[in-house]
């Protein structure tokens, strides 16, 4: 039961480069949440999945697509990266939306050049 | 807007005093209040949390109190040991849109506590 797992741990990419940040839950969750960090600014909400099938926009949206695959997978994709996107992203999961504890993997580390 | 605040942003302490963490939101419907810790390096996870319909929770050293007329909500940790030195975060399941809830972090409290 490995929880939530994000790949890659580490990335650097140039400006103007496109990656996909991956996450997968094995706790049957039914919700997926992606965040970014940065210094000062807490954890703010880029995308979530309330459910299989649905994405919504966050607080911070701009530069940013979702794929919720299926129940389990939910991948961020940065289109053109530039270097404001630098930062250290959290996927989450929780079994549902309402009232239930939020898992966090163990971020990505991406850095923008 | 749908955001929660929380203060203060650094708090330092001596062993074995106690440190209070305060936070406050802005939508009545939100219903789902937790708080996570956050050390250096790794990822946040739960310490506690507490639902709408209660007043107060307790675990140990750590407790948390809901004033939903007032839209805050508080962390408590007594007798604070070097090991509770981390980033706290509140947060709040909010609903957006429709039906559905986003889980929504303040910006979080950095604790030191002095041995």
């Known amino acids: 039961n490995a929880g939530v797992t994000q790949t890659p741990k580490f990335q650097v990419l140039k400006t103007g480069q496109s990656m996909t940040l991956q996450c997968a839950q094995d706790?049957?969750?039914?919700?997926m949440y992606w965040y970014r960090q940065d210094p000062g600014m807490g954890l703010r909400l880029i995308y979530y999945s309330a459910s299989e099938g649905t994405t919504d926009k966050g607080e911070v949206p701009n530069g940013y697509n979702v794929s919720r695959l299926n129940k389990r997978e939910f991948s961020l994709r940065l289109e053109s990266a530039a270097p404001s996107q630098t930062s250290v992203y959290f996927c989450?999961?929780?079994?549902?939306?309402?009232?239930?504890?939020?898992?966090f993997g163990q971020g990505t580390r991406l850095t923008v050049v | 807007g749908e955001n929660v605040e929380q203060h203060p942003s650094t708090l330092s302490v001596q062993e074995g005093d106690s440190a209070v963490i305060k936070c406050t939101y802005s939508d009545s419907a939100s219903n789902y209040f937790p708080w996570y810790k956050q050390e250096l390096g790794k990822r946040p996870q739960l310490i506690i949390d507490?639902?709408?319909?209660?007043g107060e929770k307790k675990d140990q050293r750590i407790a948390v109190t809901l004033n939903k007329t007032a839209k805050h909500f508080s962390l408590h940790i007594t007798e604070t040991q070097p090991e509770d030195s981390a980033v706290y975060f509140c947060a709040a399941s909010i609903l957006s849109g429709g039906s559905n809830y986003k889980l929504t972090f303040g910006k979080g409290t950095l604790l030191t506590v002095n041995p």
């Open positions: 989450a999961s929780r079994l549902d939306d309402r009232n239930t504890e939020a898992f």
């Open positions: 706790m049957n969750h039914n919700s």
């Open positions: 507490i639902r709408s319909n209660v």
